[in-house]
């Protein structure tokens, strides 16, 4: 092409939405297009510290979890309405928005500029037989149990179009036609689901909706030290959602692997905020890390279940133990021991002898290491951004 491809990657303020994003952003502009990065203010250190252009864009969360709060739609609907002359003077000849990013979409459409969308998690779309997202509950193994999710998909389709309504009824507000279709945040033209195929449920996929393998982005942080010896490395990442204190987790983790024969790296995933609890002699805690580079020599990774941290653990080819806590990590959670490549403590039984039981099993099972291998070495062979921006600069060059 003789114009360089315009894109804005946009991203909402959660890590585990912005870091795959902003990994898609990195690779599109090494492939010499013209990016920009819509993000809120709290991310333009990151993203111009890559190189990279960056306009801020706070994305109010009123639709980010199905809130009915008239006052919360009508704030997303302003934002909406004021990004579409940013849009417009970006000039982009495509906007992909995370799957949480309606604001920019929504404006991107009214601009009448194209939409990708970037979904870093499994797919959520649910289909007749398959059991409903986020509840952290395995597809059906026999006809009768393929019966059951079918006699509960009226339950799913009436949820979904009560979200659709909600959905027009914003989009009327910024005078765009309705949608019909029910995953009417999604591009109808161009999907992106950034995680491993093997952790997707057996379906019949739509020809706009590609599994690219993850998006994976480390932020800077200092080189941390394991414990001195030689046991096995076990690294414990809390989440960054602040759906439960982080403190509560790393506390019980170390306190179930205290007295086992394991090196422990913890981080709270809260940067600039030092831990003040106490330290066994076998661990060390820290408020952030560069965790590619500390899984690459992990036997084990125990997390709260955000994609982020589960693909990273696969990605170095160690397994994950998920104790989920809530959105979508239980769902995250089960996949992961549906796919053979770790292990999840339920939340009903999060504590230190299911914490310890688990944790002896994943050093143990040589079949689940196995699995996990298996995935790293998937990866390395299928780089999620590059997969990503191949698919972007297609959809662009229409």
């Known amino acids: 092409m003789s114009e360089r491809t315009r894109v804005v990657c946009a991203s909402v303020a959660a890590t585990g939405h912005f870091l795959p994003t902003l990994a898609l952003a990195r690779e599109l502009d090494a492939r010499g297009n013209d990016v920009v990065m819509l993000a809120p203010e709290r991310w333009r250190g990151e993203v111009e510290a890559l ?8 994305e109010p969360d009123a639709a980010l979890n199905g809130s009915e709060d008239q006052t919360g739609w009508e704030e997303l609907a302003g934002v909406a309405r004021s990004a579409v002359p940013m849009i417009c003077e970006l000039g982009p000849h495509v906007v992909v928005g995370d799957h949480f990013a309606q604001a920019p979409m929504l404006a991107a459409e009214a601009a009448g500029v194209r939409t990708a969308t970037l979904i870093p998690d499994p797919y959520h779309v649910p289909l007749p037989g398959l059991p409903v997202f986020a509840q952290g509950l395995l597809p059906p193994r026999s006809a009768f149990g393929r019966g059951a999710w079918n006699a509960a998909w009226p339950l799913a389709e009436r949820a979904r ?3 659709r309504g909600m959905q027009n009824e914003l989009r009327g507000r910024l005078d765009l036609p309705p949608v019909e279709r029910l995953d009417g945040a999604i591009s109808e033209d161009l999907a ?38 030689d046991e096995p490395l076990v690294v414990v ?20 692997l205290e007295a086992e024969a394991v090196r422990v790296i913890a981080t709270t995933s809260r940067r600039g905020d030092r831990w003040r ?13 560069d965790l590619g580079g500390v899984m690459q020599g992990a036997a084990a990774v125990v997390c709260n279940g955000g994609h982020g941290t589960v693909a990273g ?3 170095a080819g160690a397994p994950a133990l998920v104790c989920p806590v809530g959105g979508n990590t239980p769902q ?4 992961v021991t549906w796919a053979g490549a770790g ?17 002896r099993r994943l050093l143990a099972d040589s079949r689940i290491a196995e699995r996990a291998r298996r995935l790293a070495t998937w990866g390395r062979a299928n780089h999620g951004p590059t997969r990503g921006a191949e698919l972007v600069e297609r959809y662009a060059r229409r």
Do not use: C, I
């Open 343 to 359: 292990l999840m403590v339920p939340r009903r039984l999060f504590g230190p002898r299911p914490l310890r039981w688990a944790v």
């Open 332 to 335: 995250t959670g089960v996949r």
């Open 51 to 58: 190189g990279l252009k960056f306009t801020s864009l706070e």
């Open 237 to 256: 990442v809390a989440s960054t959602t602040g759906l439960e204190p982080a403190s509560v987790f790393v506390e019980t983790v170390l306190g179930a």
């Open 192 to 229: 992106m689901v950034a995680t491993f195929p093997q952790l997707e449920y057996p379906r019949d996929w739509p020809p706009t909706v590609h599994v690219t393998g993850p998006m994976l982005l480390d932020l800077p942080a200092p080189l941390v030290e394991p414990p001195p010896g």
């Open 277 to 289: 609890g106490a330290v066994p002699a076998n661990a060390t805690v820290v408020d952030w890390l």
């Open 313 to 315: 653990a696969l990605s």
């Open 161 to 163: 179009r009560h979200m």
